[in-house]
């Protein structure tokens, strides 16, 4: 089975700390992605990565960073956090099924209060 | 772009109750259909999914036919359990692009 993990379940952070939310996949997966999960907004994209050392952003990566130093762990970063930047994150890995489609696997999600 | 309306919730049903969760798309090329679900205290996972037209997904019970006449991918299962209490994502992916996700249908299964 695939697993995709993430470091916390719960975190609970100060305005203006620094952030780093983790997570690995053991399935060799090339493809990560990082979403956040707000009630009546679904899942939205902050970034992505296609391989190591690679990153793109997606729909909301304002405030955020990442890290791929290593093909099974990407890092989301904020750098000074904010209230709104409570929620829940969640992490994917994807294989490519061809032209066809895909499967993301994603992880528990780290539910995240910023005070 | 690319979007996704799904039924808004929540949901609310009796065991062994027929469930409909409507999902309709718009697309700029030609999509894959997917249902995700999110049990409680959990990250998603694919339910099922439909590469083309008249395509059929079916998963656990459930099942959802591509309809691109009508550019929908209604989700179905005809006897609900209380273990099926979840959060349902309508979401679709044109080659190249991202993922797109609906924003979620929260269903409760009252026994």
């Known amino acids: 089975d695939v697993k995709v993990t993430q470091s916390s379940r719960y975190l609970v952070k100060r305005t203006g700390e620094k952030v780093f939310l983790e997570c690995v996949q053991d399935?060799?997966?090339?493809?990560m992605f990082w979403y956040r999960q707000d009630p009546g907004l679904g899942l939205r994209l902050i970034y992505f990565?296609?391989?190591?050392?690679?990153?793109e952003k997606g729909d909301i990566p304002e405030g955020y960073s990442v890290s791929r130093e290593k093909k099974e762990r990407f890092s989301l970063i904020l750098e000074s956090a904010s209230t709104n930047q409570t929620s829940m994150y969640l992490c994917?890995?994807?294989?490519?099924?061809?032209?066809?489609?895909?499967?993301?696997?994603f992880g528990p999600g780290t539910r995240l209060l910023v005070l | 772009g690319n979007s996704v309306t799904q039924m808004e919730g929540p949901v609310t049903l009796s065991e062994e109750a027929f469930l409909t969760i409507n999902c309709t798309y718009t697309?700029?090329?030609?999509?894959?259909l997917f249902w995700y679900v999110q049990y409680p205290g959990e990250g998603l996972q694919l339910l099922l999914k439909?590469?083309?037209?008249?395509d059929k997904g079916s998963n656990k019970g459930f099942e959802a036919t591509y309809r691109k006449e009508t550019t929908s991918f209604h989700l179905e299962k005809g006897s609900v359990q209380v273990s099926d209490s979840a959060v349902y994502f309508c979401?679709?992916?044109?080659?190249?692009?991202?993922?797109?996700f609906g924003t979620g249908t929260r269903l409760t299964i009252i026994p």
């Open positions: 994917a890995s994807r294989t490519y099924e061809g032209a066809g489609g895909e499967t993301q696997y």
């Open positions: 399935m060799d997966h090339e493809n």
């Open positions: 990565s296609y391989d190591v050392k690679m990153k």
């Open positions: 697309a700029t090329g030609y999509p894959s």
């Open positions: 439909a590469t083309k037209a008249d």
């Open positions: 979401a679709l992916k044109v080659e190249g692009e991202k993922l797109t």
